[in-house]
């Protein structure tokens, strides 16, 4: 039976020996939600790329106690690093893409404000949507094994992004366009994938990211939602440069 993974953030290092206590949100989740009890086992990850074998020493209402018994690194990182850049969708589309992105080993994601995202967000709205976005994240990598912990950056305008691009190779989706994504010759160490929201890119919005030295590619001959291009485009890419077999 697998073991409950738990992430438990932390700004000092860890050692085999030391003792965690947890915080309120894992130790809520392994005392009331779990109903763990002490002896028993859990794996904590801090976002270091480590694995940390624990035992739980005490419970109590609001607070868990563990010991830290063995430390091995993680081996689930993909070979390349990918910055998704993914227009605002609505309801619940843009948490279905953060939590699967994380599954298929996107290293970090930038939610962007397009012309046709539809979403307003600012202020106090704005901090927790992104709070909850990096909750979402958490809880994937909980689930898929990971050990690092994408980050999930604060919302910003196509615009104003453009204007801090990262290194790397630099690629958007165009069902018209001349390449197909498994063709590219060039195997990226990193890569910035750009993906519009519901009704696409604008026309001077895809200049933009042409201006910038974005690469258009295709998936195939039909349409794809936003969400579905998103995690297709990343399925290939892990495919033909990363780790998925």
Not at 22 to 44: F, K, P
Not at 68 to 95: C, K, Y
Request: hydrophobic residues 40%; aromatic residues 6%.
């Amino acid at each position: 039976m697998r073991i409950p993974r738990i992430y438990e953030p932390s700004s000092c290092i860890w050692a085999v020996g030391s003792t965690v206590t947890l915080s309120e949100d894992a130790a809520n989740h392994v005392g009331r939600v779990l109903r763990m009890s002490a002896g028993q086992s859990l794996e904590l990850f801090n976002g270091d790329g480590n694995n940390y074998q624990a035992t739980i020493t005490e419970v109590h209402k609001r607070s868990v106690t563990v010991s830290l018994t063995a430390v091995a690194p993680n081996t689930s990182e993909s070979f390349v690093h990918v910055h998704l850049a993914q227009g605002i969708s609505r309801g619940d589309r843009m948490d279905f893409v953060l939590q699967k992105s994380v599954e298929l080993g996107v290293t970090e994601i930038t939610p962007l404000f397009t012309e046709r995202c539809g979403v307003k967000l600012t202020g106090e709205r704005l901090a927790k949507k992104q709070q909850q976005w990096q909750k979402i994240v958490i809880a994937a990598c909980e689930q898929s094994g990971r050990s690092y912990v994408p980050k999930v950056h604060a919302p910003i305008t196509f615009q104003q992004w453009l204007t801090q691009l990262p290194e790397g190779m630099r690629l958007t989706l165009d069902p018209y366009a001349a390449k197909p994504l498994r063709e590219l010759a060039v195997e990226p160490k990193q890569l910035t994938l750009l993906i519009g929201p519901e009704g696409g890119l604008t026309d001077l919005e895809v200049q933009s990211a042409s201006d910038h030295e974005f690469l258009p590619v295709r998936l195939g001959p039909r349409i794809l939602r936003t969400e579905t291009a998103a995690l297709t485009a990343l399925s290939v890419i892990q495919y033909q440069f990363g780790d998925l077999a």
